[in-house]
């Protein structure tokens, strides 16, 4: 097991023996450090917070790992084109060569960036919604003049809610409903990053994967940030899988005639992914109809090799797997030859489902800072 999915073990289960303990308690010390660090820039960077000048809307969430924010952001970026209005979507690149500098990955009309360069959740955003403009880099104060020179006339912050220095008009956090509070420590020690009483700045919590939870687990959820944030509100989403394509049609966007999900029901299927929560990538497939009989989990954000994909080739083959199942944000770092390997890759897409009420709720809240 690699130092990260070692680390990640402690956080998510506690210590085993008397070498966890020592390191769990190390890294509490290291989370004291932490919790002052994030406090004292919370407060100089809000009080120098800058006005982009646009209506901005923050995609974000508390905790460090997979909650969903993607999906939610190009929803919201879909749901607002419609509209008649120009979102643009801002984001940090996270181990984009561009994170540094900042760059501008997609416009109205072209991508100008690879995966490598945009990070692999900017490219992905600015494959799947053509006409929505994405920009990448740090400084995404800087970000938004050169979408407001572009044209655009509303900012979506991906994951924005720990970028304090710039103005937002709406705070949506996403909370995973199947793991909600990182274990109720800091970072390192949890997945917490910045503590829990921060979650007042919030204008709109939505738990997703809540068809993974149960509804006692969803009714504890609804009390802590009842606590934490009185009098806002909380609605539900599920993500759902939406279609399963082979490597080679997801690539080249083609789509296979009537078919979404059908075609692979009952397939068994290695599910290999480099995600914040591989766990909920399993249940998204099994959702789909595969029967997984084996999983690869890599890192988030990892960077697929070659030899990667030989491996998963190798497990698959060994635990009778008829394909390789992938996200689509694992899909833009794959190697072209994972369309021509002899266990077959399918690129599974996902999609978010809000509740009835609460995209009337939402909707009710876009439409109040337009």
């Not at 390192?188 to 910045?194: A, F, M, N, Q, V």
């Not at 966007?253 to 995600?275: D, E, F, I, N, P």
């Not at 890759?345 to 995209?359: A, P, T």
Request: aromatic content about 6%; glycine content about 10%; proline content about 5%.
């Amino acid at each position: 097991m690699n130092p990260e999915g070692y680390i990640l073990q402690l956080q998510k289960e506690g210590a085993r023996g008397a070498a966890d303990r020592t390191v769990l308690a190390l890294l509490s010390a290291l989370s004291v450090l932490y919790g002052k660090g994030a406090e004292s820039r919370l407060r100089k960077e809000s009080a120098r917070a800058a006005d982009p000048g646009l209506p901005a809307v923050s995609i974000g969430n508390i905790t460090a790992g997979g909650t969903g924010k993607t999906p939610v952001a190009m929803w919201l970026a879909g749901f607002l084109s419609c509209r008649g209005l120009r979102p643009a979507v801002l984001s940090r690149g996270y181990r984009g060569s561009a994170e540094k500098r900042g760059a501008v990955v997609s416009d109205f009309s072209r991508i100008y960036l690879s995966a490598e360069q945009a990070g692999d959740e900017p490219y992905l955003m600015a494959r799947s919604l053509p006409g929505v403009p994405v920009l990448t880099g740090e400084d995404r104060c800087r970000s938004a003049e050169k979408a407001k020179a572009m044209g655009a006339d509303i900012l979506l912050l991906d994951d924005g809610f720990q970028y304090w220095r710039m103005k937002r008009d709406l705070d949506l956090v996403l909370i995973d409903s199947t793991w909600p509070f990182g274990g109720g420590h800091l970072l390192p020690r949890g997945l917490l990053r910045e503590p829990l009483d921060h979650l007042s700045r919030a204008g709109l919590f939505i738990l997703t994967k809540a068809d993974q939870a149960g509804e006692q687990a969803k009714t504890d959820i609804r009390r802590v940030l009842t606590e934490k944030a009185p009098g806002v509100p909380v609605i539900e989403a599920w993500h759902r899988p939406a279609e399963c394509l082979s490597f080679e049609e997801w690539q080249r966007g083609t789509r296979t005639a009537g078919a979404s999900l059908t075609h692979v029901k009952g397939m068994k299927a290695l599910a290999m992914s480099g995600v914040g929560n591989p766990d909920g990538f399993l249940r998204t497939a099994a959702d789909a109809g595969l029967e997984t009989v084996g999983q690869m989990a890599f890192p988030d954000h990892h960077a697929y090799t070659e030899d990667d994909l030989d491996r998963a080739e190798e497990a698959a083959v060994r635990q009778g797997a008829e394909c390789i199942v992938i996200t689509e944000k694992d899909g833009v770092k794959l190697p072209p030859r994972a369309s021509q390997t002899g266990v077959p890759v399918y690129v599974l897409s996902i999609r978010v489902v809000f509740e009835e009420k609460g995209q009337s709720l939402l909707e009710k809240k876009l439409e109040e800072i337009l």
